[in-house]
């Protein structure tokens, strides 16, 4: 099962709304902008973001304030494809998921309400490499045997680590995060992996000449939920179930189905998992959270093997910790990840800095991953990079550094002809309420007073609709110009992917 093909029991409530000013918005988006008519649409994005008092900063930061350095230490970023923030203890979940990130977080600062920039992996991971947007950078979730390649006129945190001296390496579970999408630029080693084992090595035979900058992505907590016999039963609520939930059960349903000698592709593990939930009773949709937890739990387990490593290396070394997006479980209409709701856009972001540790702090005020490349670089001393959207967040790791920026997500889609890609589907956040926009079909809420984001605002909130319309409009402008100054020549340009990441990505469900 894609992810764009959810088990579904209802489409979910979202507001509509046929406002004239809304359909105007979209009428540029996705065609191509000439020099003259590129300068006017930036001209305007400025005054109208200006206006809107929700300026996004570009470039290296905002150095409103100063975190200690940490000039020559090491930085092991990891990212938990598909953890959700509100599954973890340090995020204020009862249940006993996360004990040693709970541990690990009282010594680092914790971003409270870290955002993603797309609910799906090629993009968030792009943008987090890059610190620019989807709709900029272009890269997407493989939908076919080609897919778009980052341009070279974009950075990246490896390639601007590598040129501060850094020794780089990723290992990475595969799929849409493959060298092949561009992700390997600037790893002197990038693999594909699926245990921390490769990841520690390295680190252990690292040495101190120079320092080092580790990618670890894994999918630990993606699905289907099948976790290990010592984690299974931790989390269980509901009774009995057809669901499986063992490595063991799920063996003995696709020998009955295959037969005992076959060894089926994953996709059908993946199929033999979801064919036994039915959406529409509780229980099931609660027994597939359980689940989700046990992996949570397990994910732990593997986050401690990995960072204790780390941190006992000579030099001292920076520790970061978030994901690329979070899953649903019903909580609007859907499983797995394919909409702009906060079950999917809300991550953990969780930084420790060896110098600052004695000294943890909360941050309240809503982040992007955007932003993580620019306040990485910072904290090293490194060059910024130029393309950069994100601002740094170093200033927030000791004084602070509120800032009301409009934060924006967004869905990159290929349009029926295959020769641009575009933004599809957006939220904005302009503090306290969110904008979500697809095609014509718009949502507002109010997150301080909805978290959960049931009341649609739309119809009564007019004046608030029209200025987050008119910041989108902005936003969209914005982002058109620096794609095609920094994509030029190279805008469109695909590669075929490898027969292996194909099987990969066939084994994650993104590809039939």
Request: negative net charge; aromatic residues 8%; glycine residues 8%.
């Amino acid at each position: 099962m894609s992810s764009n093909q959810n088990v579904r029991s209802r489409q979910g409530t979202r507001g509509k709304s046929g406002r004239r000013p809304w359909r105007a918005v979209r009428q540029g988006v996705g065609r191509d902008f000439g020099p003259n008519t590129a300068a006017r649409q930036l001209r305007a994005a400025a005054l109208t973001l200006v206006a809107a008092g929700a300026l996004v900063q570009c470039g290296a930061g905002d150095k409103t304030g100063s975190a200690a350095s940490c000039a020559g230490c090491n930085v092991l970023l990891v990212s938990v494809d598909t953890l959700r923030a509100d599954r973890l203890g340090v995020y204020g979940y009862p249940r006993p998921t996360s004990p040693w990130l709970d541990q690990f977080a009282a010594d680092a600062v914790v971003f409270e309400r870290a955002s993603s920039v797309s609910y799906h992996t090629a993009e968030s991971h792009m943008s987090l490499f890059t610190s620019v947007f989807p709709s900029v950078h272009g890269v997407a979730n493989a939908s076919s045997d080609k897919v778009d390649v980052l341009p070279p006129a974009i950075g990246t945190l490896a390639e601007a680590f590598r040129d501060a001296g850094y020794r780089t390496a990723g290992f990475h579970g595969g799929g849409n995060v493959a060298a092949a999408f561009g992700f390997d630029r600037g790893f002197e080693d990038y693999q594909e992996t699926h245990t921390v084992d490769r990841a520690r090595e390295w680190i252990e035979s690292a040495g101190r000449d120079a320092p080092w900058f580790l990618f670890f992505h894994t999918h630990q907590v993606h699905d289907p939920y099948i976790p290990e016999a010592e984690t299974r039963h931790l989390f269980k609520t509901a009774a009995e179930l057809p669901i499986p939930d063992s490595p063991e059960q799920l063996e003995r349903l696709l020998a009955e189905e295959h037969g005992e000698d076959a060894t089926p592709p994953f996709t059908a593990v993946r199929d033999a998992f979801w064919r036994r939930v039915d959406p529409s009773r509780s229980e099931h949709v609660q027994r597939v959270s359980d689940l989700y937890d046990s992996k949570v739990r397990e994910l732990d387990a593997m986050l401690e093997s990995l960072v204790e490593v780390a941190l006992r290396t000579a030099r001292p070394t920076l520790v970061v910790i978030t994901s690329d997006h979070g899953e649903e479980f019903q909580e609007h209409g859907r499983f797995l990840h394919d909409a702009l709701y906060e079950e999917l856009l809300h991550v953990p972001l969780i930084l420790r800095h060896p110098e600052l540790s004695a000294a943890p702090r909360r941050v309240t005020d809503r982040v992007s991953l955007i932003d993580l490349a620019p306040t990485l670089l910072e904290l090293v001393g490194a060059p910024p990079l130029v393309a950069a959207q994100g601002r740094s967040l170093a200033p927030f790791l000791s004084s602070g550094g509120a800032d009301g920026r409009a934060l924006l997500a967004e869905k990159v889609h290929v349009q029926p002809s295959g020769e641009h890609r575009y933004a599809g589907a957006q939220a904005l956040y302009l503090e306290p309420f969110k904008l979500i926009a697809r095609g014509s079909e718009l949502e507002l809420y109010r997150l301080d007073r909805d978290a959960s984001e049931r009341v649609n605002l739309v119809s009564s909130h007019d004046q608030q609709l029209q200025r987050m319309l008119r910041v989108l409009e902005a936003h969209h402008a914005a982002n058109l110009v620096h794609r095609e100054s920094l994509r030029g020549s190279s805008a469109g340009v695909e590669t075929v992917l490898p027969a292996e990441t194909l099987r990969r990505l066939e084994s994650l469900g993104y590809l039939e």
